[in-house]
């Protein structure tokens, strides 16, 4: 079945500075879309960047265009989430997804 475990989220000062990776088995990984979404405290789950199978196209949502960049490495299996200059509205948990399937999410924070 599909899985998907995601890491690499913590607590961050805001300007800094976090990766995450997330490690998927069950499926095709080299065939599929992927995406990343996140969930704040008390609000809904948002997109956040999306990359196609063979990583040539990337999509951003407008408030993280500029310090976020998604990346996948087909080889391992593995989405990227390189998060930069962050800000205190990014905390949130994030989760990679492929179709309705994603993961338990790790916490980001970003706080003084």
């Known amino acids: 079945q599909v899985q998907l475990v995601e890491s690499g989220g913590g607590l961050v000062q805001p300007g800094g500075s976090l990766r995450l990776s997330c490690v998927a088995s069950?499926?095709?990984?080299?065939?599929?879309?992927m995406k990343w979404f996140r969930q704040a405290p008390g609000k809904g789950l948002e997109w956040v960047s999306t990359?196609?199978?063979?990583?040539?196209?990337?999509y951003y949502i407008d408030s993280v265009k500029g310090r976020f960049t998604i990346s996948r490495d087909n080889a391992k299996n593995t989405l990227y989430l390189q998060m930069n200059n962050l800000k205190s509205e990014d905390t949130a948990v994030y989760y990679c997804?492929?179709?309705?399937?994603r993961g338990q999410g790790t916490q980001v924070t970003v706080s003084s």
């Open positions: 069950g499926f095709t990984f080299r065939s599929s879309n």
């Open positions: 997804a492929m179709n309705t399937a």
């Open positions: 990359i196609g199978s063979d990583g040539s196209n990337t």
